[in-house]
């Protein structure tokens, strides 16, 4: 498992358990975000993983 500073842990875990995911769902989620919001990857790109792919909803 990784080691994430505290605050982020528990940002985390509230993200998580917020959604009704796990955590390696919702750091999939995170990372998704990212990378679409920095140019490393297109919509959809992401949009291709449906494992990983949640509504706007799910994510606002």
Same mark, same amino acid.
């Given at each position: 498992?990784?080691?994430? $500073?505290?605050?982020?842990e528990?940002? @985390?875990?509230?993200?998580? @358990?917020?959604?009704?995911? *796990?955590?390696?769902?919702?750091?999939? #989620?995170?990372?998704?975000?990212? @990378?679409?919001? $920095?140019?490393?990857? *297109? $919509?959809?790109?992401?949009?291709?993983?449906?494992? #990983?792919? @949640?509504? $706007?909803?799910?994510?606002?």
């Amino acid at each position: 498992m990784m080691k994430l $500073a505290p605050e982020i842990e528990d940002a @985390l875990d509230r993200f998580a @358990l917020e959604q009704d995911i *796990t955590r390696e769902e919702a750091l999939a #989620v995170i990372a998704q975000d990212w @990378l679409i919001g $920095a140019g490393y990857l *297109t $919509a959809e790109e992401g949009a291709a993983d449906e494992e #990983v792919l @949640l509504s $706007a909803e799910l994510r606002a």
